[in-house]
């Protein structure tokens, strides 16, 4: 049974600093998603990251992915206000049957 | 282009009810997959729809139950409901194996 693991799973951050997200996941997967969720709100897709060494940018958020380590980060840099949300990873099993981690609920503060 | 579009928006049922909720994918796209979100936690797979058949399912009981139709609509249905039933359900629509599109999610509350 595949499990995705995302931490931390609460961030509260100050604006103008830089953290990371972990997604570890446990079994083989060459597919991998970060999406972004607002109360209330669906999923909004970030990035996908299709191969190992994989590395995409948005603005202040970069993500990567280790297929070997089978872990892929979500880093934020500079943060601001309008980054509070919460995160998810998505690994693909097979054919569109994704596996989500938790969430991560980010807090950015002035 | 019309994304994903679920309906109703929100729900409100009572425990033993029976529900249906209805998706309509982005035109062209003939995979849809739902997904259960229960309030604090990560959305979990419940089934996938490709060209009207069913490809996939997750450990879900068998109160649920989806199908798709010939225009790539599908419906999923949730009989005997519980309390526990009560969450957002997504919708997703995809090129089959692309990156896929999730609706806005209908809100169900079981009292």
């Known amino acids: 049974e595949l499990k995705v693991e995302q931490n931390p799973l609460f961030l509260s951050m100050q604006e103008g600093k830089n953290y990371t997200i972990y997604c570890n996941y446990s079994t083989t997967s060459d597919r991998l998603y970060w999406y972004r969720q607002d109360p209330g709100k669906s999923l909004e897709s970030l990035f996908v990251l299709l191969s190992n060494g994989a590395v995409k940018q948005e603005g202040r958020l970069m993500a990567s992915l280790d297929t070997k380590a089978r872990l892929s980060t979500l880093h934020i840099t500079a943060a601001v206000h309008d980054l509070s949300a919460t995160y998810f990873c998505a690994v693909d099993m097979t054919n569109n049957d994704m596996r989500f981690g938790a969430g991560t609920r980010l807090t950015v503060k002035p | 282009d019309a994304g994903v579009t679920q309906s109703p928006t929100h729900l409100i049922k009572t425990r033993g009810q029976h529900v249906t909720l209805r998706c309509s994918p982005i035109s062209g796209h003939k995979s849809v997959s739902w997904y259960q979100q229960v309030l604090g936690q990560g959305p979990q797979f419940i089934f996938q729809?490709?060209?009207?058949?069913?490809?996939g399912r997750g450990n879900f009981p068998d109160r649920f139950s989806a199908r798709q139709f010939p225009n790539y609509s599908s419906e999923l249905n949730v009989n005997a409901l519980l309390l526990g039933d009560s969450a957002l359900y997504l919708c997703?629509?995809?090129?089959?194996?692309?990156?896929?599109?999730f609706g806005d999610g209908t809100r169900l509350s079981i009292l």
């Open positions: 997703a629509s995809s090129l089959w194996n692309q990156p896929q599109h």
């Open positions: 729809y490709y060209e009207k058949e069913e490809r």
